[in-house]
Structure formats: structure tokens, C-alpha cells
């Protein structure tokens, strides 16, 4: 009776070969499974990430912007060849005009007047640098100019940096303080004198500025930016 009982409970404690299979499609599911629910959390905090990355990035733009304009002054400046630009000149799609406050962290001998331009290029014309371009990402960009030197010689040109990409289109309007009403270029062509820096029309600002930008993933920005009236010295006759 031992003998028998002891073979039985030997019998017992093995597993068949069904048994075993069967516990290994049970592994194999639960790997499959377990491996996708691991893949899709990481291409969840991939996009996650990359979402932050994007709005972190137009926030600093936005921010930019700001205080550029915040800096605005009415210092007309000379253009590459007898004349003069505006303080502040554009239309609807772009625009130029003279800060204040440039920095000079290496303390070169030059003014803290600053010449800036905001506009829309493309990705094929610019190097986008940190600005990572994917499928969805293809289009316009918003473009930061700046000029190495305020009043310019016929071989300068405007460093420019892309601060956001897939843009569709920049939209942007002018206040004028006299009419209070808003116009699409500044300023207006019949006041300009191009060759006389001190005239009204070279040093005048608008009230405010208006700029709508169009993303394609953030759709229609839409910003009114005050302007000050600082005004400073005109620039030096040629």
C-alpha cells in the first residue's frame, strides 16, 4: 500500500506535455501583451514631450515678441544707400523698427540700439537648428531678423533665426493714434519722406500693434501689442 501510494503521488506531481504548452501560449500572450502596453506608454510620453517641447517654444517666442515690442523706440534709421528707413515700418505680412536695450554682454564699443525684423520664410531657405522638422512640421516659419549694425552699408544683412515652425501665415495690422483705426502698412505711403530722418512720418509710431499667426498646430494666435512712445536722437546726417 505504501509502494502504491508513493507512485501515485509521484504521478501527481509531474505535468503533461499539454500542460506545459499550455503554460507557455499563456507566457507568450502575457510577453505580447505586456511588451505593446509598454510601447504604447512610450510613444505616449514621446508625444507628450514633444507637445511640451512645442509650446514651450511658442511661449518663448510669444515672449520675445513682447519684449521687443515693449522696447520700441522712434529712431529712424539710414537704409544701404542715401536714405532713411522708418522707426517703425511694415505691412501686412512683416515688419520692421529700432529698440531699445540691446544687449552688450562683451562691452563692445557700440550703441544699445538694436534693428529687428519679424517676417515669415521657409525650412529649405533656413537652418532651423534646435527647431527639429518632421512631416507635420513642413511650412512657413517665424522669422526673428537682426541687423549686426543700426544704420546700414550696402553689404549688410540681417542675421535670422526661426522661432516657430508651421506657420501658415502671420496677419499683421497698425493703429494709427491720429484716426484710431487700423491700417495694414506703416507708415502710411502717401506721409513717407525717405530722405529726411526727422520727419513725422520716419519717427511716428502707431498706438498698438496687432499680429495674428496661424499654425497649423496650434491654429489662430492672436496678440495686440501696446507700443510706447520713447523717443531718441535721429541719426547722424550721411
Known amino acids: ?5 508513493k507512485g501515485r503521488l509521484h504521478h501527481q506531481a509531474g505535468f503533461t506535455l499539454v500542460e506545459v504548452l499550455v503554460v507557455l501560449v499563456l507566457v507568450a ?3 505580447v501583451g505586456s511588451f505593446s502596453l509598454l510601447g504604447l ?6 508625444r507628450v514631450d514633444r507637445r511640451a517641447e512645442e509650446l514651450r517654444r511658442l511661449s518663448m517666442a510669444l515672449y520675445r515678441l513682447d519684449s521687443d515690442l515693449r522696447q520700441v523706440t522712434a529712431r529712424a534709421v539710414k537704409n544701404a544707400y542715401s536714405g532713411y528707413e522708418p522707426a ?47 512631416e507635420e512640421d513642413v511650412g512657413g516659419l517665424l522669422l526673428r531678423s537682426r ?25 499683421i495690422q497698425y493703429l494709427d493714434p491720429e484716426s484710431d483705426a487700423w491700417v495694414v502698412q506703416w507708415p502710411p505711403l502717401s506721409n513717407t ?8 512720418a520716419n519717427v511716428r509710431l502707431p498706438k498698438a500693434i496687432e499680429i495674428v ?24 546726417d550721411p
Open 1 to 5: 500500500m505504501i509502494n502504491i501510494s
Open 29 to 31: 500572450i502575457i510577453s
Open 41 to 46: 506608454f512610450f510613444d505616449a510620453e514621446e
Open 88 to 134: 517703425l515700418s511694415g505691412d501686412e505680412d512683416e515688419f520692421e523698427f529700432t529698440r531699445l536695450g540691446a544687449a552688450n554682454l562683451t562691452g563692445e564699443p557700440r550703441g544699445e540700439l538694436l534693428r529687428l525684423g519679424y517676417s515669415i520664410g521657409y525650412a529649405e531657405n533656413y537652418e532651423s537648428g534646435s527647431l527639429s522638422a518632421t
Open 147 to 171: 541687423w549686426r549694425v543700426l544704420d546700414r552699408s550696402q553689404d549688410s544683412e540681417p542675421v535670422s533665426e526661426p522661432l516657430i515652425m508651421g506657420v501658415d501665415s502671420l496677419s
Open 193 to 200: 519722406n525717405p530722405s529726411t530722418p526727422n520727419t513725422d
Open 213 to 236: 499667426i496661424v499654425t497649423r498646430k496650434n491654429g489662430e494666435i492672436r496678440r495686440v501689442f501696446p507700443l510706447s512712445s520713447a523717443e531718441i536722437s535721429a541719426p547722424p
